[in-house]
């Protein structure tokens, strides 16, 4: 199969598409596990473009594409900048830390607990999606 | 006269007026420079300064409320439009006027005065003008025409001066009209604004302020240690969920509800808000869903007895219910959950006071069977030997007992504790004593199925108790014996030694030593507490289970037994993850770097007290805590580990060690 893309776009449920790099995308367990060519599992994504593949892996693998259908476009942009601000400051010391706006923080804190959740079990997933 | 005088000055086209005054004797030239001069001077003066040389305002034109702004407002625009002469002349042609009047009514100089502080009228901003009508006065002020300042004028004219005090003046903030006193403060355009206004902006340059302020020395250090202690590292940045909750914390006043957020989220933010102390009655809703199966405050110490009252009516469901600090519930509180909460299983209440014996005997008749873990810590009245026994009658199905600093309790609730069928995690700490046949027999006949057993502060338990704990329990994983000056290293021996239990995940053996100040070493010979010979013993039995290990306060632990255990080359302990070395005083920089590289999984050291730990080089996904000698804070340097792929990296052995010497 040829090299990885560099890049990955994320798409939130209102239809922005954020273009990011595959390594800063990567900071999240469950993209990660999306883009990777060797999983394969139930696609969760959602159930239009679920396909349960047998040699391919997802097919976000395939096209190098997430959709988060309970992620907006707000919230999707914050996201992709934290992933930049994190891989910029990765070893850095007292980092300054990224301004969150209120607003915005509760439905981002959601997200991130979503992104970063270690376990890909269906059942998860599946809960993930219906809440 | 007026010749000589207007010799070096930009003549302006004459008035009618000013002409008409020229007949009467009054130079309007004349009243326009001592109007100069005593602007002048009030800006010398600084602002608000008192006003007793005696200026006054010129009471308007006979007009009042919005027409005075109307006309000021012109005035201020006309002023920055017309020529410098012609304003002049026009703020002469007003003084002039005035004068007439004052004239033409005859009043004598000190009622003018009075009549300047009780501001009739709409102060003309125009700052301090000269007493008219005074003939002495002028020909002084004549002298002062040679002190023309052309900047100053210019500055004068765009720049509009302070009313005096008894004016009034519109807000420049609210536009509303105030009478202008000593204390009124300047807005941000120059303005005077009103007392509500001025509050207001005092309140924010405060704020400021405060926000500005230089932090006291030192407390950028002790963040970080702080940081430390909790376990966030210091290294790049942190992480998303983290500051998503900072954020929440910080503003928690704004935060009106929480949403779909997952249970374990809930949880984290009220932990968050519980040690921020914001968990108040006004946030308490946050955390209230009706589909919640457990309720977690940790500190509940400002809700109110109807609040309590609340969490059980908006969450009739709860199983899980954890309350700390819970000062303020009150019996009819208690009544309420058990009416309520029929599901309830599990039950952890901190420092109840509030709550009655009896109250507490008829949670345990009403709970029964349905009870199965309870915890309670910091109760001082109430909770008596025969209540534990009645729990110990009617609650079956217990399977997990804390009871903490219960200051009632005593020989007769472990006896009664002794006979609770399913019992599994038992936690004790009494203030009464305990006699060791009790004890005894307690781990007589629960031991075989106990997991879990942490008994602190029993001070006279000896080994007879490490014996039975050795010959009954076969399926511990915890075990706590701590704050003891009984038992011996021997007996810890005995114990590790070819016990059938499984190895041990949590071993805590903290403070067990004899405090004599007579003998401050404790006796050598036979050393009281976990010593080399136990260590030693503990390791070989649980070491490869181990996850965590508090030894802190054995001071008979010797520098042999801790090298063998942690600095032989083939020591691997794969499971260690929490190790608090404090205050045994043999550890130093071998020892630790030892643990470092025999302990892969590690995540935190406590060193405190340990003075022959020196420089060290510190792994970077451990945090070293409590190091005497450390300054600057140790230096942490290793591999950095990515998230997802490759797992740990080694310990980069050739990195700086630094440290700051004491």
Redesign the interface.
């Given at each position: 199969m040829a090299t990885l893309s560099q890049f990955v776009t994320l798409v939130s449920s209102d239809d922005f598409s954020f273009i990011v790099l595959r390594s800063a995308a990567?900071?999240s367990?469950v993209i990660?596990r999306m883009l990777d060519p060797a999983c394969i599992i139930f696609s969760h994504a959602s159930l239009l473009y679920s396909v349960l593949t047998l040699t391919d892996g997802f097919v976000e693998a395939r096209t190098n594409t997430c959709h988060f259908e309970n992620i907006s476009g707000m919230v999707l942009e914050k996201?992709c900048e934290?992933m930049y601000?994190?891989e910029?400051?990765?070893?850095?010391?007292?980092?300054p830390?990224?301004d969150?706006p209120?607003e915005l923080?509760?439905?981002?804190?959601?997200a991130?607990?979503y992104l970063?959740s270690a376990c890909p079990s269906l059942l998860h997933m599946a809960l993930?999606t219906a809440? | 006269m007026s010749g000589r005088r207007n010799g070096n000055r930009i003549r302006g086209p004459q008035s009618a007026l000013t002409d008409f005054l020229a007949a009467n004797n009054i130079s309007a030239a004349q009243i326009r420079d001592d109007h100069e001069r005593r602007q002048r001077e009030a800006r010398n003066n600084g602002e608000g300064s008192s006003t007793a040389a005696g200026a006054e305002a010129t009471p308007a034109i006979g007009e009042d409320g919005a027409d005075e702004d109307v006309v000021e407002r012109d005035e201020e625009e006309e002023e920055r439009v017309r020529v410098e002469s012609k304003k002049r002349k026009r703020k002469g042609e007003v003084e002039a006027l005035e004068k007439i009047k004052k004239a033409k009514a005859g009043k004598g100089k000190g009622k003018e005065e009075k009549g300047k502080w009780k501001g009739k009228g709409k102060g003309k901003a125009q700052g301090k003008k000269g007493k008219k009508g005074d003939p002495d006065e002028d020909d002084d002020d004549g002298d002062s025409d040679d002190d023309f300042d052309p900047d100053d004028l210019g500055r004068d004219m765009y720049k509009k001066s302070r009313p005096l005090p008894g004016q009034f003046e519109h807000c420049e903030i609210c536009s509303k009209r105030f009478t202008v006193t000593p204390y009124n403060i300047e807005g941000p355009d120059g303005g005077l604004v009103c007392t509500p206004c001025g509050k207001e902006l005092k309140k924010d340059v405060k704020a400021e302020k405060k926000s500005a302020a230089k932090q006291p020395q030192g407390r950028k250090r002790r963040k970080l240690e702080s940081d430390r202690l909790d376990g966030l590292v210091n290294r790049g940045a942190k992480s998303l969920q983290q500051m998503c909750i900072e954020t929440v914390a910080k503003h928690h006043d704004d935060v009106e509800e929480l949403g779909d957020m997952p249970a374990p989220l809930v949880e984290r933010l009220s932990q968050i808000f519980s040690k921020q102390r914001v968990l108040k009655p006004k946030t308490l809703p946050l955390f209230l869903r009706p589909d919640l199966q457990s309720v977690v405050l940790h500190d509940a110490a400002y809700l109110e007895a109807d609040d309590y009252k609340q969490i059980f009516a908006v969450v009739p469901n709860v199983q899980k219910l954890v309350l700390g600090n819970t000062c303020q519930m009150k019996d009819e509180a208690m009544e309420y959950m058990l009416e309520r909460c029929l599901k309830l299983k599990h039950v952890q209440l901190y420092a109840s006071n509030l709550v009655s014996t009896e109250m507490w005997e008829k949670f345990f008749t009403v709970m029964g069977g349905r009870l199965e873990s309870l915890a309670l810590k910091w109760l001082d009245n109430a909770l008596e030997d025969e209540s534990v026994e009645i729990m110990a009658r009617e609650c079956r199905n217990v399977r997990r007992l804390k009871f903490k600093l219960c200051r009632r309790l005593g020989e007769r609730a472990v006896v009664a504790i002794a006979t609770l069928p399913k019992l599994q995690h038992l936690s004790l700490q009494l203030s009464r004593d305990v006699s060791n046949e009790a004890l005894i027999s307690l781990v007589e006949q629960r031991g075989p199925k106990l997991l879990t057993l942490s008994l602190e502060k029993f001070l006279d338990a000896d080994e007879t108790l490490l014996s039975a704990i050795h010959d009954h329990c076969r399926s511990l994983q915890k075990l706590r014996v701590s704050e003891n000056d009984t038992v011996t290293d021997a007996a810890f021996t005995s114990l590790f030694t070819a016990w059938p239990n499984p190895p041990l995940v949590f071993a805590d053996f903290n403070a067990t030593r004899d405090i004599d100040n007579n003998n401050s070493d404790g006796p050598l010979e036979d050393p009281i507490g976990l010593g080399s010979a136990g260590f030693t013993a503990l390791m070989a039995h649980s070491g490869q289970a181990l996850k965590h290990l508090d030894i802190s306060s054995c001071r008979h632990i010797d520098i042999v037994a801790l090298s063998e255990a942690f600095c032989s080359p083939d020591a691997v302990y794969p499971a260690l993850e929490y190790i608090n070395v404090s205050f045994c005083s043999r550890v130093d920089t071998e020892v630790v770097e030892g643990i470092f590289k025999a302990c892969p999984a590690l995540k935190k050291l406590v060193a405190f007290g340990c003075f022959d730990v020196g420089a060290v080089r510190v792994p970077g996904s451990v945090v070293l805590i409590g190091v005497p000698r450390a300054r600057e804070g140790i230096e942490q340097f290793g591999g950095y580990f990515d998230g997802g792929g490759e797992g740990m990296q080694g310990l980069e052995i050739g990195g700086m060690a630094v440290e700051v010497s004491a």
């Amino acid at each position: 199969m040829a090299t990885l893309s560099q890049f990955v776009t994320l798409v939130s449920s209102d239809d922005f598409s954020f273009i990011v790099l595959r390594s800063a995308a990567c900071l999240s367990g469950v993209i990660r596990r999306m883009l990777d060519p060797a999983c394969i599992i139930f696609s969760h994504a959602s159930l239009l473009y679920s396909v349960l593949t047998l040699t391919d892996g997802f097919v976000e693998a395939r096209t190098n594409t997430c959709h988060f259908e309970n992620i907006s476009g707000m919230v999707l942009e914050k996201v992709c900048e934290y992933m930049y601000y994190n891989e910029k400051h990765r070893d850095g010391k007292d980092v300054p830390d990224m301004d969150i706006p209120p607003e915005l923080c509760l439905e981002l804190l959601m997200a991130s607990d979503y992104l970063d959740s270690a376990c890909p079990s269906l059942l998860h997933m599946a809960l993930l999606t219906a809440a | 006269m007026s010749g000589r005088r207007n010799g070096n000055r930009i003549r302006g086209p004459q008035s009618a007026l000013t002409d008409f005054l020229a007949a009467n004797n009054i130079s309007a030239a004349q009243i326009r420079d001592d109007h100069e001069r005593r602007q002048r001077e009030a800006r010398n003066n600084g602002e608000g300064s008192s006003t007793a040389a005696g200026a006054e305002a010129t009471p308007a034109i006979g007009e009042d409320g919005a027409d005075e702004d109307v006309v000021e407002r012109d005035e201020e625009e006309e002023e920055r439009v017309r020529v410098e002469s012609k304003k002049r002349k026009r703020k002469g042609e007003v003084e002039a006027l005035e004068k007439i009047k004052k004239a033409k009514a005859g009043k004598g100089k000190g009622k003018e005065e009075k009549g300047k502080w009780k501001g009739k009228g709409k102060g003309k901003a125009q700052g301090k003008k000269g007493k008219k009508g005074d003939p002495d006065e002028d020909d002084d002020d004549g002298d002062s025409d040679d002190d023309f300042d052309p900047d100053d004028l210019g500055r004068d004219m765009y720049k509009k001066s302070r009313p005096l005090p008894g004016q009034f003046e519109h807000c420049e903030i609210c536009s509303k009209r105030f009478t202008v006193t000593p204390y009124n403060i300047e807005g941000p355009d120059g303005g005077l604004v009103c007392t509500p206004c001025g509050k207001e902006l005092k309140k924010d340059v405060k704020a400021e302020k405060k926000s500005a302020a230089k932090q006291p020395q030192g407390r950028k250090r002790r963040k970080l240690e702080s940081d430390r202690l909790d376990g966030l590292v210091n290294r790049g940045a942190k992480s998303l969920q983290q500051m998503c909750i900072e954020t929440v914390a910080k503003h928690h006043d704004d935060v009106e509800e929480l949403g779909d957020m997952p249970a374990p989220l809930v949880e984290r933010l009220s932990q968050i808000f519980s040690k921020q102390r914001v968990l108040k009655p006004k946030t308490l809703p946050l955390f209230l869903r009706p589909d919640l199966q457990s309720v977690v405050l940790h500190d509940a110490a400002y809700l109110e007895a109807d609040d309590y009252k609340q969490i059980f009516a908006v969450v009739p469901n709860v199983q899980k219910l954890v309350l700390g600090n819970t000062c303020q519930m009150k019996d009819e509180a208690m009544e309420y959950m058990l009416e309520r909460c029929l599901k309830l299983k599990h039950v952890q209440l901190y420092a109840s006071n509030l709550v009655s014996t009896e109250m507490w005997e008829k949670f345990f008749t009403v709970m029964g069977g349905r009870l199965e873990s309870l915890a309670l810590k910091w109760l001082d009245n109430a909770l008596e030997d025969e209540s534990v026994e009645i729990m110990a009658r009617e609650c079956r199905n217990v399977r997990r007992l804390k009871f903490k600093l219960c200051r009632r309790l005593g020989e007769r609730a472990v006896v009664a504790i002794a006979t609770l069928p399913k019992l599994q995690h038992l936690s004790l700490q009494l203030s009464r004593d305990v006699s060791n046949e009790a004890l005894i027999s307690l781990v007589e006949q629960r031991g075989p199925k106990l997991l879990t057993l942490s008994l602190e502060k029993f001070l006279d338990a000896d080994e007879t108790l490490l014996s039975a704990i050795h010959d009954h329990c076969r399926s511990l994983q915890k075990l706590r014996v701590s704050e003891n000056d009984t038992v011996t290293d021997a007996a810890f021996t005995s114990l590790f030694t070819a016990w059938p239990n499984p190895p041990l995940v949590f071993a805590d053996f903290n403070a067990t030593r004899d405090i004599d100040n007579n003998n401050s070493d404790g006796p050598l010979e036979d050393p009281i507490g976990l010593g080399s010979a136990g260590f030693t013993a503990l390791m070989a039995h649980s070491g490869q289970a181990l996850k965590h290990l508090d030894i802190s306060s054995c001071r008979h632990i010797d520098i042999v037994a801790l090298s063998e255990a942690f600095c032989s080359p083939d020591a691997v302990y794969p499971a260690l993850e929490y190790i608090n070395v404090s205050f045994c005083s043999r550890v130093d920089t071998e020892v630790v770097e030892g643990i470092f590289k025999a302990c892969p999984a590690l995540k935190k050291l406590v060193a405190f007290g340990c003075f022959d730990v020196g420089a060290v080089r510190v792994p970077g996904s451990v945090v070293l805590i409590g190091v005497p000698r450390a300054r600057e804070g140790i230096e942490q340097f290793g591999g950095y580990f990515d998230g997802g792929g490759e797992g740990m990296q080694g310990l980069e052995i050739g990195g700086m060690a630094v440290e700051v010497s004491a």
